[in-house]
């Protein structure tokens, strides 16, 4: 089986699904997608197989693959929050994660600072340092890659593999941020400070500071981007501008 035509059809299909041209209670049938995609049968299953455990489509006997209602969606899974980016319901995964943090990455860098070793707190501020330098430099993507990495370390560092598992969906949407034009050209000097003193507080073993600074982090993120969500018929055009870049990549 080709991973690469695997890939396309998943994508293809999950996208289709995630936008409503494929709404809950629709019945495929494989055979059909067959024809569609001009693939093999065995890539087909792989890709009915990937929806189901994503908890996108079900079996129906003697009928095919039936969607399933969001409601019953993986919303934790890479490719879904991907595609929900990508395909129409940017604001409502924006604002989900965005809670999820706020809630989420204050305690964690709390616990960071009384459990994570001492090889992540130096990581911490290697990162922090390098940000900085690349966020007045302008240079976005790079400044993600470690952006991803930092955050990802903080839920890894809290001791609580509850939160360690988060680093997917939290990483997704701090790239989705970039790829969606919604970070300035130069991060906020205040919000470098920030994940210096986060780093700084870890390392330092001071659980308040860090929760501290990590708060200010999660805030001005959702003062940022709040208004992609907040009165969604007011930031139509916005949205739609966004929805059009998305679309493109």
Same mark, same amino acid.
């Given at each position: =089986? ?15 699904? !995630? ?8 019945? @495929? ?6 024809d569609d995609f001009s693939v093999s049968r065995g890539v087909i299953r792989e @890709? ?11 079996? !129906? ?25 990508y395909e129409g319901d940017l604001g409502a995964q924006l604002r989900s994660i ?28 290697e990162l922090a340092s390098q940000m900085r330098t690349l966020g007045r430099s ?39 941020? @970039? ?34 600074? =990590?708060?200010?982090? !999660? ?31």
């Open positions: =089986m080709s991973t690469s035509l695997h890939t396309q059809v998943l994508d293809a299909l999950g996208r289709k699904i !995630v936008s409503g041209q494929l709404p809950p209670g629709t019945v @495929v049938r494989a055979e059909n997608l067959v @890709v009915i197989r990937s929806l189901q455990l994503l908890g996108m489509t079900e079996s !129906v006997k003697s009928l095919g693959v039936r969607v399933r209602p969001k409601s019953q969606w993986n919303p934790y899974a890479r490719e879904i929050i991907r595609w929900r980016l965005t809670e999820l943090r706020s809630v989420v990455e204050p305690a964690a860098a709390e616990l960071s600072a009384r459990h994570a070793p001492v090889e992540i707190g130096e990581r911490l501020m302008g240079d976005l993507d790079l400044f993600e890659k470690l952006d991803i990495e930092f955050h990802a370390l903080i839920l890894a560092g809290s001791g609580n593999e509850m939160f360690a598992h988060l680093d997917v969906p939290i990483g997704e949407i701090l790239r989705g941020r @970039v790829d969606a034009g919604l970070m300035p050209a130069h991060p906020h000097e205040d919000a470098m400070q920030w994940h210096v003193d986060v780093a700084d507080a870890v390392q330092g073993r001071r659980p308040e500071e860090a929760r501290a600074a =990590m708060t200010k982090i !999660v805030v001005q993120t959702v003062s940022e981007i709040s208004s992609i969500w907040d009165g969604a018929e007011r930031q139509a055009p916005q949205l739609d501008a966004v929805q059009s870049r998305l679309a493109g990549l």
